[in-house]
């Protein structure tokens, strides 16, 4: 049998995502091989960015109960009344956003649905559409999907900010869409107000549509607070919002997300969507709606996972990593330079044997050989989405490295 697919699309995703080998195979993911690794070597694994403790019991107890009361076949393609009108309620209560549960919300497979179903929907060949660089990997490969050209705008080196200049140039007539991700995985990064006016200004000249990925909503820290781009002035007519209850609820597993905007654009990603999944995990979304008026628990969330970071942001400058601390998500990407590393996919592939700890390189969240990529040549991402007694280890484990 070959080794290799025949032509596809697949081509351009893996190319996309820095999986293309140079044999014309596909490589695993940087996230399945540190995984193995994990695995293999009895490393903690910092690496992947999944909670080690399950999301409420009342959540949980309401999906089975859902089951148990006979919603088991699909669900209205655009979502149950409830989680609609849940996320409309959500948006009002928590940015002032008018929704219209009925026209302007859509449920989808995860965030990651509501991402790709956006991007195919409104982007293609000819088309231009900006991200970030460091970028979440979907991103990369829903663009390659559609067709679209892909423009990566590097965020500033040393404090990974936006680089305003840098966005203002990346622009030209063919640009469709802007891609914004605040709180920004991998870096952490919280886009204040101000930055984010500077985006909606080059929307507004460009006349783009901006896309922003909103999943670590509520897991901010200190005084940062989570401002939705739909909020800035003139932008909720050319926003469209997506988020979801996997990081917010420490239910990744369930793929609940959703998209809201203006009703002639989520009509756009409604249309797609039907025909990628049609409709989404009916007994999950009545307890997602649930959970969606339960300020308590992110808010709980987000306090456990600032004295998470401090533990392991302290732990990582101890062991000589330089770390530009967090203000949300639950990433923290550490700089291996001054340690000797200068090469993050090297340090990765020996931090296992030299502190008993995994982590990803940053590269994996750039194009491939970009000045970004090169850059950020020496900086790791670690999750501290972790139990505190697992980061205490992890800890003890890098102080190895300042020995
Ligand atoms: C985890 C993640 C997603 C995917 O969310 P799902 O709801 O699991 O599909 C999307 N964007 C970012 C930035 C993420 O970190």
């Keep these: 049998m070959p080794t290799t697919p025949p032509p596809g699309r697949w081509h351009d995703v893996a190319r996309a995502t820095g999986l293309l080998a140079p044999d014309g195979s596909v490589a695993q993911t940087i996230f399945a091989e540190m995984t193995a690794l994990a695995v293999r070597s009895g490393a ?18 309401a999906a089975k109960a859902a089951i148990d009361a006979g919603r088991n076949q699909y669900a209205p393609g655009d979502g149950v009344p409830e ?13 002032g956003l008018d929704v219209d549960p009925d026209t302007e919300v859509l449920v989808t497979t995860g965030a990651t649905e509501a991402l790709t179903a956006s991007i ?49 140039a990346a622009v030209s007539p063919r640009t469709r869409m802007i891609v914004v991700n605040t709180p920004h995985n991998p870096t952490g990064t919280v886009l204040t107000r101000a930055e984010l006016e500077q985006v909606a200004a080059v929307a507004r000249e460009a006349d783009a549509i901006v896309l922003t990925d909103e999943v670590y909503e509520h897991l901010v820290f200190d005084d940062a607070a989570h401002v939705p781009l739909a909020t800035l002035p003139g932008m909720a007519d050319r926003t469209l919002t997506v988020s979801s209850s996997g ?8 793929k609940v997300g959703w998209v809201h905007g203006p009703a002639h654009l989520v009509t756009a990603v409604r249309t797609v969507k039907q025909f990628l999944s049609y409709s989404s995990g009916a007994p999950f979304q009545p307890a997602i709606a649930a959970a969606l008026a339960d300020d308590e628990t992110p808010r709980a969330l987000a306090a456990s996972l600032a004295s998470r970071r401090d533990l392991l942001c302290d732990g990582l400058a101890a062991a000589g990593f330089d770390v530009v601390v967090p203000q949300g998500t639950y990433f923290v990407i550490a700089d291996g330079a001054r340690l000797g590393f200068d ?26 050989g970009s000045a970004t990529s090169d850059a950020l040549r020496s900086r790791v991402r670690f999750t501290f989405v972790k139990r505190e007694d ?12 300042a020995r």
């Excluded at 990081?247 to 369930?254: A, D, E, I, V």
Aim: aromatic share 8%; with cysteine; charged share 25%.
């Design 390 to 401: 697992v980061l205490r280890d992890a800890v003890g484990r890098l102080a190895r490295l």
């Design 120 to 168: 195919l929907a409104l982007a293609g060949p000819g088309d231009e559409v900006i991200t970030l660089e460091p970028f979440y990997d979907s991103h990369a490969a829903a663009v390659a999907m559609s067709g679209a050209t892909h423009v990566p705008v590097p965020l500033t080196t040393d404090d990974l900010r936006l680089d305003a200049d840098a966005l203002r």
């Design 247 to 254: 990081k917010t609820f420490s239910l990744t597993g369930w």
């Design 83 to 95: 989680l609609r009108r849940a996320v409309a309620d959500h948006q009002r209560r928590h940015y």
């Design 343 to 368: 090469d993050g996919h090297d340090l990765c592939y020996r931090l296992p044997e030299l502190a008993g700890v995994v982590a990803v390189p940053v590269s994996a969240f750039c194009r491939a």
């Design 44 to 61: 903690i694994n910092l690496g992947q960015g999944f909670p080690d403790v399950d999301g409420p019991g009342y959540v949980k107890e």
